[in-house]
């Protein structure tokens, strides 16, 4: 007689390295006979893979929770998991009524296990865990993989490094081996992750070291990594990227506050000329430098002035991309325990203000592309027809007419829709 499959439901809140990670579940579990369906109502296990990095992300898991109640009503035997960030922070979940166990991030091995058991509670972490042995087989033209976990920078506002614990660097060969394999897979894009990626060290390997090696292999068109910290670029980062034609010149830095006083009460560990140092270097070295950015607007502490000084930054940086948040006080970090909190009427008027400008130079960057020649990879079917590629700074166009998937075109871009700039296909590379 076939065996039944226990079939599982995960959706995925957060980071990149929540996607990544979520893919790291689905391989242990597919490894334990187990099968993905795509709803809830058909599955026999569920896992919420969520975020606590703000609470607005915390709040959709939670509705997330609060919506799965009638089912769990009409068929109790449907184990629910909260698995990743706020499993850890959030122990007080076990008590919903429709959670069964909780599964921080660093204790996914068990997982199939404690679920097929109907085990409740807390499932134990291993605190050098980096699923080094677990390869990703999302067979996918884009894929990520993630070098390191965790982090030990400790910013004063944010939960990760209490979520994931401090940072692990996986060995160089097994991130060759798993990217190897996804090359075989179909895979083209790569983006490595790591909350900081720059801090990846293995036994003398460094992050340029392994960014060069997984460059030189071969069927890899186009290599991202995310996030860079301005408190440790390698000097000789901007030089590796410009040496290696697969490797997009595209720099996530995410600068948070134009103040620098602001810096030092988050612990960034730098100012903003090092910051401004760091962009004219990567700028004079890779061509059309792609320069994307994390802001946060208030702050404790944050007076109107310094808000300015961070729209003034902002003005003379020029991102092409900027992801904006008010600031969102987490429990456990030194911030929240920061009297002068900005009242929140305030921090989302700055926040719109904020906004407002990068919008707008969002479009004036994109608009600058019309008329342009360059390279495109495409990556996949674009919604409204056409196809959507990416150039060689990781900017995303969608081009007319017949392309192969996998495949890099010369393109012409005439014209730009929003921020998006459309283009026709001159010849294949
Ligand atoms: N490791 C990355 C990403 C961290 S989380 C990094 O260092 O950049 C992604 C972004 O969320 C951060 O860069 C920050 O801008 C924002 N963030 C983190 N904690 C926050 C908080 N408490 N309130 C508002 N935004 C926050
Ligand atoms: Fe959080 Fe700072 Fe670490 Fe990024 S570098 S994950 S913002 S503590
Ligand atoms: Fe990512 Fe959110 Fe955790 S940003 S690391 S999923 S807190």
Redesign the pocket.
């Known amino acids: 007689m076939e065996k039944l499959e226990n079939k599982f439901y995960i959706r995925t809140y957060g980071?990149q390295m929540n996607k990544y990670d979520s893919d790291i579940i689905k391989a242990l579990l597919l490894k334990e006979n187990f099968k993905e369906v795509s709803t809830p109502e058909e599955a026999d296990y569920i896992f919420i893979n969520t975020c606590a990095?703000?609470?607005h992300a915390e709040k959709r898991a939670i509705g997330r929770l609060n919506s799965l109640k009638s089912l769990k009503k009409n068929k109790p035997e449907t184990i629910v998991g909260v698995v990743g960030c706020m499993a850890k922070n959030h122990p007080d979940l076990i008590h919903h009524s429709v959670v069964d166990f909780l599964a921080p991030p660093d204790s996914y091995r068990n997982l199939a296990k404690w679920a097929i058991a109907k085990k409740s509670g807390y499932i134990p972490e291993d605190k050098n865990e980096q699923y080094s042995d677990i390869f990703i087989y999302p067979n996918k033209i884009s894929s990520y993989l993630s070098i390191t976990r965790g982090?030990n920078?400790f910013?004063s506002?944010?939960?990760?490094p209490y979520t994931r614990g401090l940072i692990r660097s996986r060995p160089p060969n097994n991130i060759l081996e798993e990217a190897e394999e996804l090359i075989d897979g179909g895979m083209r894009e790569l983006t490595l992750l790591?909350?900081?990626i720059n801090a990846y060290y293995y036994k003398g390997v460094d992050f340029p070291e392994i960014l060069k090696r997984v460059a030189n292999l071969k069927g890899l068109k186009r290599l991202n990594f995310?996030?860079?910290?301005p408190k440790d670029i390698p000097d000789n980062l901007f030089s590796v990227m410009a040496e290696h034609n697969n490797v997009t010149n595209y720099l996530?830095l995410?600068l948070?506050s134009g103040k620098d006083s602001i810096l030092t009460r988050m612990n960034r560990g730098y100012t903003l000329k090092d910051y401004l140092r760091i962009i004219d270097k990567a700028r004079h070295l890779l061509d059309d430098l792609y320069l994307s950015t994390?802001?946060?607007v208030g702050?404790p502490g944050e007076k109107e002035e310094d808000f300015e000084e961070t729209l003034r930054a902002v003005e003379r940086i020029r991102f092409d991309q900027s992801?904006?948040?008010?600031?969102?006080?987490?429990k456990g970090?030194l911030?929240a325990l920061l009297k002068d909190k900005v009242d929140e009427r305030i921090k989302k008027h700055r926040l719109r203000r904020l906004i407002e400008i990068q919008n707008s130079i969002t479009m004036e960057k994109a608009s600058a592309f019309k008329g342009k020649k360059m390279e495109v990879l495409i990556v996949g079917e674009a919604k409204k027809g056409g196809k959507i590629g990416k150039n060689r700074s990781g900017r995303i166009i969608i081009i007319n007419g017949v392309a192969k998937i996998g495949s890099i075109y010369i393109v012409k871009i005439n014209r730009i829709n929003g921020r998006v700039p459309i283009g026709e296909i001159e010849k294949e590379v």
Do not use: K, W
């Open positions: 980071c990095v703000r609470e982090c920078y910013c506002y944010c939960i990760v790591g909350q900081n995310l996030t860079s910290h996530h995410p948070q994390d802001i946060i702050f992801y904006m948040f008010a600031y969102s006080d987490r970090t911030a």
